[in-house]
Nanobody
Framework: QVRLVESGGGLVQAGDSLRLACTSS????????VAWFRQALGKEREFVAV????????YYADSVKGRFTISRDSDGSTGYLQMNSLKPEDTATYYC????????????????WGQGTQVTVSS
């Protein structure tokens, strides 16, 4: 089992950057597919990005492609979401999630979730 904790959120202006981190306790993140989702107020949780266990073939939602980069430490301790050129529509609570096998955009395929970190982008 793994317990996930996100950090790095905050209040920024449009065009700024933030880097979110997802740390794990218990089992190493090396054993998991790692994904980021976000949920804006009053909206459903949506897929942002996912990275495989070997760190290859990251996949992004169209809304963030070219602006966000998902990565993971080689030591298996931390996953990251680098967010550049932030827009007001990126405002949401961002969640880290993991599963053992599936590179998926669907929330129901993920077994472990963090508590979320708030990102607010002002115009």
């Amino acid at each position: 089992q793994v317990r996930l904790v996100e950090s790095g959120g905050g209040l920024v202006q449009a065009g700024d950057s933030l880097r979110l981190a997802c740390t794990s306790s218990g089992r190493s993140l090396d054993d998991y597919v790692v994904a980021w989702f976000r949920q804006a107020l009053g909206k459903e949780r949506e897929f942002v990005a996912v990275i495989s266990r070997n760190g290859r073939n990251p996949y992004y939602a169209d809304s963030v492609k070219g602006r966000f980069t998902i990565s993971r430490d080689s030591d298996g301790s931390t996953g990251y979401l680098q967010m550049n050129s932030l827009k007001p529509e990126d405002t949401a609570t961002y969640y880290c999630a993991t599963n053992l096998y599936y590179i998926s955009q669907e929330t129901q395929t993920y077994d472990n979730w963090g508590q979320g970190t708030q990102v607010t982008v002002s115009s």
